[in-house]
């Protein structure tokens, strides 16, 4: 019932029939989808190679799969002439193969096949299995993976086997020559058409928008339910926890308070912090870890020992680089006194996903402490978090004493710290000399004036500033400008291939756009390097050569004000992700 699954049932019915009374096609069909899920969820899991592969490969992979099954069952003579099975007709295999040509045994497997990726990814539970559950147990994971498609199977084989009865009784599908096979043919490609083109998005969007019946909100709320019973339960466990852990702290504060009782009176015990704070959650499913050596890390092995600062940062974000000088002073200053730095780099575009990208960018940019990759969202949704960068302080207890959304407040940070500390050395019964200056870091990039212009996006998921074209349209739009440029909106000139998280130049084309800042930074990439022209209020600033995934410096130095900004493509395809102003 899930819109998502509507515009395919027509191959799923379609596959299936065969003049006959039996269910060998439909079974072939959805075991072929249903191992092909699962094929594709561990290929997704277990292969950074995907992660190069286009997000659109999938979507042209199986709607192209579906149009040359649509040509074939409007002219079946296409069929016999594949090499592959007139090769099989050779000797002993000829019976074989009259068999293929008779049923398409492999034709149906590779339609199951193909539609398995379409699938994939109609599901919370799917997506749910996918964060969750599969990286933190690979057994449990594969079993419940095995669950999902064993349960959309059986819901598509009642759904083939009804279509197959009434088909049958009208008789329409007895001949395989027929008029049946010729419009069910137009259908393949009509469904084919719509998976690459995206249409068929925009009719399950259509369907959800006319109020029907909307199974995934049914499943979310049968999700947080479970969750909600499994949240209970963690409750019950920190009670218990902070339980031990105040007893534990009370043995420490009575040797402590021989120490200095009047330092004593300055920190909660942590059964006061469960009333004021919040426990810090643990990293979920890390897919790397960068400066531990090869090692897994947990924060709770840190809990009693040191303080931990978390930091949600992603390396293209030019908020969190701008951030970054004062992270890299304070583990150098309280490092030996006991601070603890983790980055959570949790990737906002699809390239920051590998490994490699995130190691150069802290090598340029001189990261020293530990990082976890966290491609799945799986801690940044532990921690409820929405931002980049994002910091929490964790004290020597396990609790989150203070929270920073976003660039700034680094004074104000860092006598946080200072305080944490000072409590960390009390409590360890250290007499650990806490500095109590301001650290003045290197290279820091400021802001000191008014940025009048917001963040924006090439591609079509987060588009909502394109001016002079569709915003939302997937595929190749040629672009020409207005006389009338407006601020803050987005304009490109030429031939353009919208993709979801980027727009790529298919010819020598433009880009122009009115911001009021300062610094003008954007991300940008290119398959087989591209060079650019800048001009800055219809004056050449400079050429500018683009090769790597990484957020470039385009206009820096001037004054803070309006300003008409022009990128002319010089040579090769520039991709192009956001705008970000400083």
């Not at 090869?294 to 969190?320: A, M, P």
């Not at 980055?343 to 995130?358: C, D, I, S």
């Amino acid at each position: 019932m899930a819109p998502c699954i509507l515009p395919l049932l027509p191959v799923i019915v379609g596959g299936s029939v065969d003049g006959g009374k039996n269910l060998s096609r439909a079974l072939t069909v959805t075991i072929s989808l249903a191992l092909s899920v699962i094929v594709f969820t561990l290929l997704i899991k277990a292969s950074t190679l995907l992660i190069n592969i286009p997000q659109n490969f999938w979507t042209w992979f199986s709607g192209g799969i579906i149009i040359i099954f649509g040509l074939i069952s409007l002219f079946p003579v296409l069929w016999e002439k594949i090499p592959f099975l007139s090769k099989l007709s050779i000797g002993s295999n000829k019976v074989m193969t009259e068999g293929y040509k008779k049923k398409s045994f492999w034709g149906d497997v590779i339609v199951g096949a193909a539609l398995g990726p379409v699938f994939s990814t109609c599901s919370p539970t799917y997506f749910l299995v996918l964060a969750a559950v599969l990286p933190e147990t690979p057994i449990i994971g594969l079993i419940y993976l095995v669950a999902y498609s064993v349960g959309l199977s059986i819901s598509l084989l009642i759904i083939s086997f009804l279509g197959q009865k009434l088909l049958n009784k009208v008789g329409v599908a007895a001949d395989p020559r027929g008029t049946f096979k010729k419009v069910l043919g137009i259908i393949f490609l009509i469904v084919g058409i719509g998976i690459i083109t995206g249409a068929d998005k925009d009719l399950q969007v259509k369907i959800l928008d006319s109020g029907f019946f909307d199974v995934t909100k049914i499943e979310q709320k049968l999700l947080e339910k479970v969750n909600t019973k499994e949240n209970v339960q963690t409750d019950e466990m920190t009670q218990e926890e902070d339980l031990s852990a105040s007893e534990e702290v009370n043995a420490q504060e009575e040797v402590s308070t021989k120490i200095d009782k009047k330092e004593s009176g300055k920190y909660l015990t942590p059964a006061q912090k469960s009333v004021k704070f919040s426990k810090v959650p643990e990293l979920v499913n890390p897919n790397g870890y960068i400066n531990t050596n090869g090692e897994e890390i947990k924060l709770k092995d840190y809990i009693g020992k040191k303080v931990v600062l978390v930091d949600f940062w992603t390396y293209s974000c030019i908020n969190c680089k701008r951030t970054t000088p004062y992270l890299n002073a304070w583990y150098k200053e309280y490092e030996d006194d006991g601070l603890v730095i983790v980055g959570v780099h949790t990737p906002e575009f699809a390239f920051e996903k590998l490994q490699k990208n995130v190691e150069k960018a802290m090598e340029e940019e001189g990261i020293k402490y530990p990082v976890v990759l966290d491609n799945d969202y799986a801690t940044w949704n532990a921690f409820n978090n929405r931002y980049w960068p994002r910091k929490y302080l964790v004290d020597v207890d396990g609790y989150i004493v203070y929270d920073h959304i976003g660039e700034g407040a680094y004074d104000e940070t860092e006598k946080e710290i200072q305080k944490a500390l000072a409590e960390l050395s009390f409590r360890l019964g250290k007499n650990i000399s806490i500095p109590n200056n301001i650290s003045q870091p290197e290279n820091v990039i400021t802001v000191d004036g008014a940025v009048k212009s917001p963040e924006i996006y090439f591609g079509s998921e987060r588009n909502k500033d394109l001016a002079n074209g569709e915003s939302f349209k997937i595929g190749i739009q040629d672009f020409s400008l207005p006389k009338n440029i407006d601020k803050n909106k987005l304009y490109l000139s030429g031939k353009w291939n919208i993709k979801k998280e980027y727009a790529e130049s298919e010819d020598l084309g433009s880009v122009v756009f009115r911001y009021d800042a300062k610094n003008v930074y954007m991300v940008l990439s290119s398959d087989l390097g591209s060079e650019i022209d800048i001009f800055l209020d219809n004056v050449f600033v400079k050429t500018m050569r683009v090769e790597d995934e990484t957020l470039y410096d385009v206009i820096s130095g001037q004054k803070y004000g309006e300003h008409k900004l022009e990128i002319k493509v010089k040579s090769g395809k520039l991709k192009a992700f956001t705008f970000t102003f400083g």
